[in-house]
């Protein structure tokens, strides 16, 4: 198996940016993708692939990745952007698992 | 649009079972591999299993092997989770979601709302 490490808190003034970050073996090889959740709510996708956005997720959402590394960048935080996220990608074990990172708590200030 | 709406939680003894179904609607259920992703409370999310469109091939966290089986009824676009054997640490709540597979990263779309699963005496 795999582990997905996030740091778990990290706190942005409104409108500065941010930028979480997701760090594990199984991301040299496979894209992370990115989850929002509100408290009672259900997670919502906000980045998958390369860098992409589904239909409904604002353009200050972005990503990127670079070695055992994937970020989340909120550029011009707002205040509905404070949430848990939570990073997630396939096992590196080359079995079909997957693993998620511990989470964000992102904080706007 | 397309949704996931999850039912059958619950409180059940340590040792007992369960069985959780998730109904889709909105998109052709038979052509998309499903998973079930659980969350302990106060805590983060943890993938519990996996299993292709056409349920030729289902995968297990190592937590729930031999104990929970997932399944699913293409005529009904409706997935299960059958949870035997049951303990105290399996309280969670327990989230449908669709699969996208793709060979450089896959990911979850949409979610369901969840359905609570209490484990205790």
């Known amino acids: 198996s795999s582990e997905l490490t996030q740091d778990p808190a990290v706190s942005v003034a409104l409108g500065q940016t941010v930028r979480i970050t997701c760090q594990g073996d199984?991301?040299?090889?496979?894209?992370a993708s990115w989850y929002q959740q509100k408290p009672g709510q259900a997670p919502v996708l906000v980045i998958y692939?390369?860098?992409n956005r589904p239909s409904g997720i604002p353009d200050r959402f972005s990503g990127s990745s670079s070695g055992n590394t994937a970020s989340l960048t909120i550029t011009g935080a707002q205040a509905e952007d404070e949430a848990d996220y939570y990073c997630?990608?396939?096992?590196?074990?080359?079995?079909?698992?997957?693993?998620f990172g511990g989470g964000t708590k992102l904080t706007v200030l | 649009q397309v949704q996931l709406v999850e039912s059958g939680g619950g409180v059940v003894q340590p040792g007992g079972s369960l069985r959780l179904s998730c109904a889709a609607s909105g998109f052709t259920f038979s052509s998309y591999g499903m998973h079930w992703v659980r969350q302990a409370p106060g805590k983060g999310l943890e993938w519990v299993a996996f299993i292709r469109y056409d349920g030729s091939n289902k995968y297990y966290a190592d937590s729930v092997k031999g104990r929970f089986t997932i399944s699913r009824d293409n005529s009904k676009n409706t997935l299960y989770l059958q949870m035997n054997s049951l303990r105290a640490e399996d309280t969670a709540v327990y989230y449908c979601?669709?699969?996208?597979?793709?060979?450089?990263?896959?990911?979850?779309?949409?979610w369901g709302q969840g359905t609570l699963v209490t484990v205790s005496s």
């Open positions: 692939g390369k860098n």
């Open positions: 997630n990608s396939r096992d590196s074990s080359g079995n079909l698992h997957w693993v």
């Open positions: 979601a669709k699969c996208i597979l793709e060979p450089g990263g896959d990911w979850f779309d949409p």
């Open positions: 199984s991301l040299r090889s496979y894209y």
